[in-house]
């Protein structure tokens, strides 16, 4: 059995919701779902909504949250809007149209999906194979206690882990492994996003030249002296688009409604083109304190809607100990 990556001190979830309200559609997953008037059993039921519905997401991070565990699945209850009736429903019974996870960490359940992809450093470059995955009770090497994990039948340890209805193109999707093969394969290596730093994501394979241009993902913002320590202000993540490498951008997106203000952490770990559509796809990663936890989001160039570039499609979750 492979070794757990990192010890978790609570729980991993995806698509919680942040301080943009995303993903904004979800879709019943059951045979049937009640809706109710609060989240929880003892309330009033409002309607039932039919398997495959789609439901407006109206969730927001903070004291709203409410956690449950239902038939032996533990997920949020999620705040709704179907039909226009506003209730709560079970988050295990509810799917985005792509889920992502990690092998090796809790996962209390895994949605219906007809399609599981993992992306995996090879020598040629990172590659999407089509997967299966399972959870199995698996020993914390320091509590000894038996947890759920996420587990997948490929050999090789994958980057991340992606659930979705849609048909995906396997093969390789980017060249992000081969630009740190030092690192060697099943290593995370991680640019640190910070005021001032730029990361070109222009080149996906050794072969291709996007159409597109020359994307970049920028990152601006100040720091002060405070009273202990260096504090960061302002700070934003852009995605920017140029037609030549010298040229003015064309294109530029600001990130940063989807992350705090008060980041002190966020870090690119990731990106290719996972959606096939020839412009990079990203996951940045965020940590900010008071949360207890870190947040990985997953962008796809494939799902922008007017003005924008990348548009986000699910995040997970990481309990304490991240």
């Known amino acids: 059995m492979r070794m757990l990556f990192f010890i978790l001190l609570g729980f991993s979830q995806s698509f919680l919701a942040q301080n943009a309200v995303w993903p904004e559609q979800l879709e019943v997953t059951a045979s049937s779902l009640k809706l109710r008037e609060a989240p929880n059993l003892d309330a009033a039921v409002l309607t039932t909504i039919p398997q495959g519905a789609k439901v407006e997401n109206i969730s927001i991070l903070g004291k709203e949250r409410v956690w ?6 533990g997920a949020y209850w999620m705040h709704l809007i179907y039909k226009g009736q506003t209730g709560y429903a079970f988050g295990a019974y509810l799917k985005p149209e792509f889920c992502l996870f ?11 999906v007809k399609n599981w992809y993992g992306v995996y450093s090879t020598p040629k470059g990172d590659e999407l194979r089509k997967i299966t995955v399972y959870i199995s009770m698996d020993s914390v090497e320091m509590s000894g206690a038996l947890v759920p994990i996420l587990h997948t039948n490929d050999e090789a340890q994958s980057k991340f882990v992606i659930g979705t209805d849609r048909e995906l193109k396997s093969g390789i999707i980017g060249d992000y492994y081969l630009r740190h093969n030092q690192w060697g394969p099943g290593n995370n290596f991680r640019y640190e996003l910070g005021p001032g730093k730029t990361v070109a994501l222009n080149s996906l394979f050794e072969s291709l030249q ?18 202990k320590w260096l504090e960061q202000h302002d700070f934003k993540i852009w995605a920017t688009e140029k037609q030549t490498y010298n040229g003015a951008y064309s294109n530029k997106q600001d990130l940063s409604p989807y992350f705090s203000p008060n980041d002190q952490t966020c870090t690119l770990k990731w990106w290719g083109d996972l959606d096939g559509d020839n412009k990079p796809d ?18 796809l160039s494939s799902k922008a809607e007017t003005g924008e570039m990348l548009h986000p499609v699910t995040l997970f979750y990481h309990g304490l100990g991240c």
Do not use: Q
Request: with cysteine; hydrophobic share 35%.
């Open 282 to 299: 990203v996951l940045i990663g965020r940590c900010a304190t008071g949360e207890g936890g870190c947040t990985d989001y997953l962008f």
């Open 210 to 227: 996007l159409p597109g241009g020359f994307y970049e993902i920028l990152c601006t913002g100040s720091f002060t002296v405070g009273p």
């Open 68 to 73: 449950d565990k239902i038939d032996g699945m």
């Open 102 to 112: 990690y092998e090796n960490l809790i996962a209390d359940y895994v949605p219906k």
